[in-house]
T-cell receptor
Framework: DARVTQTPRHKVTEMGQEVTMRCQPI?????VFWYRQTMMQGLELLAYFRNRAPLDDSGMPKDRFSAEMPDATLATLKIQPSEPRDSAVYFCASGPGRGADTDTQYFGPGTRLTVL | AQTVTQSQPEMSVQEAETVTLSCTYDTSESDYYLFWYKQPPSRQMILVIRQEAYKQQNATENRFSVNFQKAAKSFSLKISDSQLGDAAMYFCAYKGTSGTYKYIFGTGTRLKVLA
């Protein structure tokens, strides 16, 4: 049963600390998405990649957030320095990007981040 | 720009009954995809059903079916024989086909299932 995996599932940190969230997309998927979910803003798209290349990161605060795909099996989202307003659930999703299912996104379980 | 509207913040249904969740969208594109995702208390986003706009036939997945009205830009989700496990937030999402992989999500509808 292919799934998107995310680590850590929960993270509590103090303001100013660096936070790194990791995502393993479904094997063979070539599109990867990072979302943030809060009560106030709902689901926000932060960035997405196709074939490891960033296509759009306009939803991401550039001064403190960065997203990368070091290889096809790993996507990372970093926050440095973290702030209390970054507290949210961060989701990674992947999609095949081709074939009959090309437009479907499959979500990971999320990382719940709390910044004190 | 495309928009997705879910006008029902919360709905309730009696177990074993049928409920319909509403979703409307606005777009100038003629071809696109529509999705319903379920988010239970575990927070996992689960794909429920998808519809291609060029298909006139409404998609179905077991107890879940959609009423897709392209001219009215409406995409409602019907849940038949509701079960306690159906209690969740339900999000409607739109994806265009003009060179983007982005989804536009609605604000969600919280469904409560009453025993």
């Amino acid at each position: 049963d292919a799934r998107v995996t995310q680590t850590p599932r929960h993270k509590v940190t103090e303001m100013g600390q660096e936070v790194t969230m990791r995502c393993q997309p479904i094997l063979g998927h070539n599109t990867v998405f990072w979302y943030r979910q809060t009560m106030m803003q709902g689901l926000e798209l932060l960035a997405y990649f196709r074939n490891r290349a960033p296509l759009d990161d306009s939803g991401m605060p550039k001064d403190r957030f960065s997203a990368e795909m070091p290889d096809a099996t790993l996507a990372t989202l970093k926050i440095q320095p973290s702030e209390p307003r970054d507290s949210a659930v961060y989701f990674c999703a992947s999609g095949p990007g081709r074939g009959a299912d090309t437009d479907t996104q499959y979500f990971g379980p999320g990382t719940r981040l709390t910044v004190l | 720009a495309q928009t997705v509207t879910q006008s029902q913040p919360e709905m309730s249904v009696q177990e074993a009954e049928t409920v319909t969740l509403s979703c409307t969208y606005d777009t100038s594109e003629s071809d696109y995809y529509l999705f319903w995702y379920k988010q239970p208390p575990s927070r996992q986003m689960i794909l429920v059903i998808r519809q291609e706009a060029y298909k006139q036939q409404n998609a179905t997945e077991n107890r879940f079916s959609v009423n897709f009205q392209k001219a009215a830009k409406s995409f409602s989700l019907k849940i038949s024989d509701s079960q306690l496990g159906d209690a969740a937030m339900y999000f409607c999402a739109y994806k265009g086909t003009s060179g983007t992989y982005k989804y536009i999500f609605g604000t969600g509808t919280r469904l409560k299932v009453l025993a």
